[in-house]
């Protein structure tokens, strides 16, 4: 199958075109700059010009299946950002996607659209649970929006589909490669001790969703995917600090309404002093980890054969070679 992926070079992209390769897919990438090529042409695809920031420039390759992974993600900022690449993008990759003739259109979305504003617990939740296209969140309010206009765009000939994922992680991620610095600085206080459970989906494990969607699952609908089991919070970061040495027995720990109120008091300091950088505690990233949240992806077990091949132990384990 020839194949298009938006987001190539990042994290999950880089985990996903070698094995789209290994297939015997025929793989294009996006890609904006000469080192994007550079470094998707290392992982076996054609590079192909395109930026997401330009959505009205884009011209879509002879190509059977379009991955979409590209997206703005920050956890503070302005909306406009997010919705123009998010959203506008996304219209105009399908817009451009469906005059191309393409069959299938897999989008990455996150399984952090069913999140409230309310900081509601989530358990075991399922594809029913509702979307937030107006949560405060412009990272959560955009990928809802766009997974909709996605979903909607679905018709014989043009299969849409959207992979919902919790947490990604796995070597490379910017969460793990963060936590030294958060933990030795003491920046880093866990919510309510961490002890809630919550799922996560290793990029081995997303990268294997994205496959089995290539030719299998109904058109026009969602599906979450996690880890084939759940954990806690505390024990997932304890799992990723031991790799690098670091206990967090002696960790703070302070409620959900001090750490969202702190995160709100953050953001506006980082408007204050215009900085593009985000602080180091978000509204968004307190609602993102900071609850209980296990979803059911039963639906992506039966429909799209997805299993979940790497464990938590092979995940960990993983770090030390990829």
């Known amino acids: 199958m020839k194949i298009l992926v ?15 390769v290994a297939q015997g897919h025929d793989v294009l990438a996006m890609s904006r700059t000469s080192a994007a090529d550079g470094k998707v042409q290392a992982l076996g695809a054609m590079p192909v010009r395109g930026d997401m920031d330009n959505p009205g420039g884009m011209a879509m390759p002879t190509v059977e299946a379009v991955i979409h992974l590209a997206a ?12 123009h690449v998010n959203v506008d993008g996304t219209k105009a990759l399908l817009t451009a996607a469906q ?26 939740a399922d594809e029913r649970a509702p979307t937030f296209p107006d949560s405060f969140s412009p990272y959560i309010a955009s990928k809802a929006t766009s997974e909709a206009g996605v ?30 610095h958060a933990i030795t600085s003491g920046q880093f206080a866990f919510i309510a001790r961490g002890d809630y459970p919550y799922s996560t989906c290793h990029v081995d494990n997303v990268a294997e969703a994205l496959i089995c969607a290539l030719d299998r699952g109904d058109g026009g609908r969602a599906y979450f995917v996690r880890d084939p089991d759940n954990t806690t919070f505390r024990a997932f970061v304890d799992g990723l600090a031991k790799l690098q040495g670091l206990s967090i027995d002696r960790l703070r720990s302070v409620s959900y309404g001090t750490a969202f109120f702190m995160g709100r008091m953050m953001e506006l300091g980082a408007r204050l002093r215009r900085s593009d950088q985000d602080p180091a505690l978000t509204r968004t990233m307190v609602r993102l980890i900071g609850r209980e949240f296990t979803i059911d992806d039963s639906a992506a077990r039966r429909d799209l054969g997805y299993v979940g091949k790497v464990s938590r132990p092979e995940g960990l384990a993983s770090y030390g070679v990829g």
Not at 6 to 20: A, D, K, N, V
Not at 115 to 120: E, H, K, L
Not at 153 to 177: H, K, L, Q, Y
């Open 6 to 20: 938006t987001g190539g070079s990042g994290f999950l992209g880089s985990r996903l075109i070698p094995r789209l």
């Open 72 to 83: 703005h993600f920050h956890f503070a900022g302005p909306r406009a950002p997010y919705f």
């Open 99 to 124: 005059a191309a003739g393409v069959s299938s259109f897999l989008y990455l979305t996150a399984a952090a659209v069913i999140m409230d504003d309310r900081g509601s617990p989530i358990r075991n």
């Open 151 to 180: 979903l909607a765009a679905n018709r014989p000939g043009f299969r849409t589909i959207a992979i919902r994922p919790p947490g990604i992680w796995g070597p490379g991620d910017a969460f793990s490669r963060n936590i030294p």
